[in-house]
């Protein structure tokens, strides 16, 4: 019975190569839009920044369940991201964005925790 259970959960397991082959097709695809300038948003270069790499690197850590990391990545890939782009965020925002931050990856070390233990 174990031998089984084992297989089931192996077999639920998220794989690496599956979310890398998404985001290469999400890669794909977005290239293919922006090349083309299929919907009018200017030149490639500035939305396949090394910010945006960081930022899908981030989401490619948070679908393979790696939480902490992909938090972290991500929330530095959109903070650089958003000062490189002279947005202007309101001092609310700016004062609360990293204690934010930091309490979702406390979230995301306990979450996890709680994903290996099953």
Do not use: C
């Amino acid at each position: 019975m174990k031998n089984r259970d084992q297989m089931l959960i192996k077999h639920r397991e998220y794989h690496p190569s599956i979310s890398f082959g998404l985001f290469l097709i999400v890669l794909g695809l977005a290239l293919l839009v922006a090349t083309n300038d299929m919907l009018h948003l200017g030149s490639v270069k500035e939305y396949f920044t090394w910010e945006t790499a960081m930022i899908f690197v981030g989401v490619i850590l948070l679908v393979n369940r790696r939480f902490v990391g992909g938090l972290l990545l991500s929330a530095l890939g959109a903070w650089f991201l958003i000062d490189n782009r002279d947005i202007v965020l309101s001092p609310l925002i700016r004062t609360i964005y990293w204690p934010v931050v930091i309490v979702l990856i406390g979230l995301g070390f306990i979450v996890s925790s709680l994903f290996r233990r099953k």
